[in-house]
């Protein structure tokens, strides 16, 4: 019988990937060891984020209590937050600075889980939940970006969604006007508008941050379950409990770094890194300013975008996301030392054109023109 | 390594007490700016004065924006502007039937209107005001030059597709049409302008030419 053997191997699958069997306040919390070894600080890469996600949350929910997301209201009552509201300017520059820093830690997160090759059988589906949160901070930080309804926050939403409509030109037929309408959808309307900041706002503090809470719950149960992986070729044979003695290490980690970013952002502006008057309210009817860009962590694109054709892109990024989606199968047999050697050119990539994109595109616009 | 377990305990209370007084201090702090942050915000007469004018603005822009709307549901025309207030160098900008941005110029031939879409057809930035050297205006975003008259992007540009023009008519006091363009056709001339006072001559779109009417994308 295929069916029922297909069956069988499905249950096996889950069964395997949640042993429900484990779950029991002795397996998952009592017995629980991290492995002691050269690369035992990456351990704390997820509980980093976790950290910056909670800081996140807080925040937010204090924002809110004075934000308003209507296109006339949101930049002044940003404004209002930020100069008249005690600790509004540190309240708004945490969630600034932690956003950052979130998708900093979440990045690295990724690369060393990959480059230790902890995606591996049973824990794909760890691995795959990953990258379904890391779409989704990435969607959070692409919402948040229109909220304050300023020149480089609505411009560059515009730029954004008006890529999707590229894809169009791809597309045999009719299915070529399927790209402006998701477009339309995402707007809202056929502009960048009111429904789109209403869209926006609803997904960047309902939408996504349920879905992540949900994804991040099944991520964590099932690292609980089962207990980290040894993440090197060479066990050391030591290795550390998890509660206590981990957990206190995480959280001595933990109270380090917020006192970095609290100090970082009493005394440092995050909008001290953007050009003044990109941050001036949307003028619907004036040109736009020079100088648009998204937030540093989408340049890994944006720059590509600029510099190279768009269906290489398009074409790039798709293949990216399946690699990403399908590294517990691609990468079964491949040795922690080649995934190493990948992830450090990928980290090169991504790090080197973070910083030096604007030198790139100046130096080859510059031989272009 | 001998310790010695006094000079140990000392170091135990010496650390542990470092940090009950840093976390005393941070809490301490994080709790007044808390408490402040959730008593309102504290404005001056001045401030909230300045404050609600910018508001009050803001909200009287986006009013504009909205009777802008309601005007291109309901009217036939819409003014644009006075013929004599066109320059050949620097477009003045006007909401097209569309809501899109565009920009109005005086030819350097003719000196009939330009009329030209500032929405990029790259990624759809709003296109500068500015006329360069070779009558082009500039998207900054990606640096796409644009002829005005024929809209055509410079070659190796990013956008591909000219910029569309947008059909005009002219009125005088009278409200008399005098001249009309449908955008793909040539200058209808009714009546001859008298080009001595062109304060005497207004600009008009025309919901007959806009993109829904002619057929255009
Ligand atoms: C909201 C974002 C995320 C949070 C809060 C989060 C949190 C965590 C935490 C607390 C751990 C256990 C400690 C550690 O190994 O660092 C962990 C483990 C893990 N995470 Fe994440 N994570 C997130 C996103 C991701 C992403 C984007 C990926 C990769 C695509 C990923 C893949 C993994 C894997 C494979 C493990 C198991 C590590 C092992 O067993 O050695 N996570 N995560
Ligand atoms: S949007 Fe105008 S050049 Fe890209």
């Known amino acids: ?369 | 390594m001998e310790t010695d377990p006094l000079q140990t305990r000392k170091h135990f209370i010496l650390g542990f007490g470092a940090l009950l007084l840093s976390g005393l201090a941070l809490s301490s702090t994080l709790f007044a700016k808390l408490v402040s942050y959730l008593s309102g915000d504290r404005m001056s007469q001045i401030d909230r004065t300045l404050f609600l004018k910018t508001k009050l603005s803001r909200m009287d822009q986006t009013a504009s924006e909205r009777k802008l709307e309601l005007e291109r549901k309901s009217s036939e025309y819409i003014f644009i502007a006075k013929m004599s207030d066109l320059l050949a160098t620097k477009g003045k900008y006007f909401i097209d039937y569309e809501m899109r941005p565009a920009l109005a110029f005086q030819s350097s031939e003719d000196g009939l209107p330009i009329l030209i879409s500032a929405k990029c057809t790259h990624l759809g930035c709003t296109v500068g005001a500015d006329l360069d050297e070779n009558s082009r205006i500039l998207c900054p975003c990606h640096v796409s030059y644009f002829d005005i008259k024929s809209g055509m992007p410079h070659a190796g540009s990013p956008a591909k597709a000219p910029l569309p023009h947008i059909g005009w008519v002219i009125m005088d006091k009278q409200s008399k049409i005098v001249a009309s363009k449908h955008p793909k056709r040539e200058v209808e001339i009714v009546e001859k302008l008298d080009m001595d006072s062109l304060d005497h001559y207004s600009i008009y779109i025309a919901k007959k030419f806009a993109s829904k009417a002619t057929g255009e994308a």
């Open chain 1, 1 to 369: 019988m295929v069916k029922s053997n297909f069956f069988k191997q499905c249950l096996e699958f889950v069964s395997e990937r949640i042993p429900v069997e484990k779950i029991s306040y002795e397996a998952m919390v009592q017995k629980k060891s991290v492995p002691h070894h050269k690369m035992s600080w990456a351990y704390y890469l997820g509980g980093l984020t976790l950290l910056f996600l909670s800081i996140q949350f807080i925040t937010g929910i204090l924002l809110l209590f004075y934000y308003q997301a209507t296109v006339s209201d949101a930049h002044s009552s940003v404004e209002h937050i930020t100069q008249y509201v005690g600790g509004g300017d540190l309240i708004r520059n945490l969630h600034a600075w932690s956003s950052s820093l979130m998708i900093l830690c979440l990045i690295l997160h990724m690369m060393t889980t990959f480059a230790m090759k902890a995606f591996q059988r049973p824990r794909e589906l760890t691995w795959i939940t990953g990258v379904v949160l890391l779409l989704l901070t990435f969607a959070l930080g692409f919402s948040g970006y229109l909220l304050p309804w300023h020149q480089i926050g609505v411009n560059a939403t515009k730029v954004g969604l008006q890529s999707i409509e590229l894809i169009g030109a791809y597309l045999p037929g009719e299915l070529a006007l399927l790209p402006t309408k998701i477009k339309e959808i995402i707007q809202g309307d056929s502009m960048v508008e009111q429904a789109t900041l209403s869209r926006f706002f609803a997904l960047h503090v309902v939408v996504c941050p349920i879905l992540l809470l949900g994804i991040l719950g099944f991520h964590l149960f099932s690292i609980q379950l089962h207990g980290m992986s040894e993440g090197v070729d060479h066990p050391t044979g030591k290795s550390e409990k998890f509660f206590p003695t981990f957990i206190l290490k995480d959280l001595r980690v933990w109270s380090v770094v917020f006192c970095a970013a609290f100090i970082t952002a009493l005394c440092i502006p995050f909008d001290s890194f953007s050009p003044f008057p990109l941050l001036a309210p949307y003028d619907a009817l004036g040109s736009t300013p020079p100088g648009i860009k998204p937030e540093w962590y989408f340049f890994f694109i944006y720059y590509p975008l600029e510099l190279l054709p768009f269906w290489l892109i398009a074409l790039l990024q798709n293949l990216l996301l399946a690699i990403l989606f399908l590294a517990p199968w691609i990468f079964k047999n491949t040795s922690r030392k080649a995934l190493f050697l990948i992830t450090l050119v990928a980290a090169i990539y991504f790090f080197g054109i973070t910083i030096f994109g604007q030198d790139l595109y100046n130096l080859i616009m510059g031989v272009h023109s």
